[in-house]
């Protein structure tokens, strides 16, 4: 029986330590820090999940047969080649491969010479401003301005005109914005569209698509307000059908795996393609390096395959094991502290959370908790996601909704839009 190492505090985290939990193979998953919802499944150690070394020596305190790293910034900082330095499993991708995460100049380098559909784009960096206005003068609404570096989800621009790219591109340039990320920025043509994601298991020779899932990422109904790390998602996207994966698998995520490994980069764990479909076919919007957040909370309930199997196999450079899906479907509704994305208040008692979490077909996952004595308290942004599954989406959506609505805090916000349109589109 082994023993699982998941790393992260978030709602993906804690729904990778519950689909590891299932496994008949894991007796025990520890989490690092974890979260008040982690902490019922199993131990949660502390750990500075940004120092990759402590990541691995507390991989060996704890005699982890597999380590799970949830998030990009470790993922970045070479987690997993610090848990290999020390011969432990680890599932995720080394830090040559997580670039493609971490610098957007470098992966528009690859992505382009693998001859992937993506936006026109150019890199700029220290200086570089009259080029950048040059770049953006040839473009039209609207101008997409991002850092190359990790920003947290917060460094793309996505704006209707020329004046507020250009304060975008003094701001990031300037370092006032991003810091050293957005010293050098990558400007790229809009590309309009509904967006999809695409979460692709790979071992580095293999890559295999999971269910495709939307992520809502502004912050209010009909995606208006400012951009979050997303406020719910929902799986499967009928849109998303077997060709298009098809398509995309073909067209983008192997030929990327292939450039890589002309590079000598082997790429391991997932592999999270952004995707916007264009009148002119899906496109790449984005890679990231880790499992989609809140896409993971809709993908990892509808697998009906061990997740724990396939991290292993992933891990080790040998899928065996095959993939398998229920029909349900999922939805998660994302439960937001007031003020954020900008500014969120913590602190606040969440009322509810029980009678929630015994309703048919719901899981509620903590992505910004605190326990306090008997009470729960808000402690992040975002600090729940409510999934549920169903046998069709729109009465996975009925389910969420419903127990959404037995939860509360002072200032809570959520969207009530998180799958609307395809259940409308449902015949
Ligand atoms: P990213 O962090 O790269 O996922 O970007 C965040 C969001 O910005 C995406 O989910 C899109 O909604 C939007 N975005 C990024 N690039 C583009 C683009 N080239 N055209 C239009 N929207 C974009
Ligand atoms: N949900 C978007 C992300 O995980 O980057």
């Not at 995720?92 to 957007?104: F, M, N, T, V, Y």
Request: aromatic share 6%; hydrophobic share 45%.
């Amino acid at each position: 029986m082994a023993r699982v190492l998941v790393v992260g505090s978030g709602g993906r985290e804690h729904t990778l330590a519950w689909g590891l939990a299932r496994s008949p193979e894991v007796s025990e998953v520890i989490s690092a820090p974890g979260n008040p919802g982690m902490a019922e499944i199993g131990e949660c150690r502390p750990v500075d999940v940004e120092d990759p070394n402590a990541i691995a020596a507390l991989a060996g305190a704890v005699d982890a047969d597999l380590t799970v790293v949830g998030a990009e910034v470790p993922l970045v900082a070479g987690a997993v080649d610090a848990l290999e330095a020390r011969g432990r499993l680890a599932f995720g991708p080394r830090a040559d491969a997580a670039h493609l995460e971490g610098s957007k100049a470098w992966m528009k380098e690859v992505v382009a010479a693998a001859g992937v559909p993506t936006a026109r784009h150019r890199a700029f960096g220290a200086g570089e401003h009259d080029a950048a206005f040059a770049f953006l003068d040839s473009l039209g609404a609207p101008y997409v301005v991002k850092t190359d570096g990790l920003a947290a989800g917060k460094g793309v621009a996505v704006v209707a005109s020329l004046d507020e790219a250009r304060d975008a591109v003094r701001a990031y340039l300037s370092g006032d914005a991003f810091g050293a990320a957005g010293r050098t920025l990558v400007i790229e043509e809009g590309l309009v569209g509904p967006e999809l994601s695409l979460l692709v298991l790979c071992d580095g020779r293999d890559a295999i698509p999971l269910q495709p899932a939307q992520d809502f990422k502004r912050i209010g109904d009909g995606d208006t307000g400012p951009n979050t790390g997303g406020m719910g998602a929902y799986s499967p996207v009928p849109i998303a059908t077997r060709e298009v994966v098809d398509e995309v698998m073909a067209k983008a995520v192997r030929p990327t795996l292939d450039e890589l490994r002309r590079r000598g980069i082997e790429y391991r764990g997932v592999l999270y393609a952004g995707l916007m479909l264009t009148n002119e076919g899906p496109k790449i919007i984005e890679y990231n390096v880790r499992f989609g957040d809140p896409e993971c909370q809709v993908v990892v309930p509808r697998l009906a395959s061990d997740l724990y199997r396939h991290c292993v196999e992933s891990a080790a450079g040998r899928f065996e094991t095959e993939v398998r899906f229920l029909d349900d479907a999922a939805i998660t509704v994302v439960l937001a502290a007031e003020g954020y994305p900008s500014s969120p208040r913590t602190g606040d008692v969440i009322e509810g959370l029980d009678d929630a979490e015994a309703r048919e077909g719901i899981v509620v996952f903590h992505a910004g908790t605190k326990r306090d004595g008997d009470r729960l308290l808000t402690a992040g942004g975002r600090v729940l996601a409510v999934t549920a599954t169903a046998p069709d989406l729109a009465t996975a959506r009925t389910r969420a909704y419903d127990a959404v609505a037995g939860i509360s805090w002072p200032g809570m916000q959520y969207r009530r839009d998180i799958a609307l349109a395809a259940v409308a589109d449902q015949p």
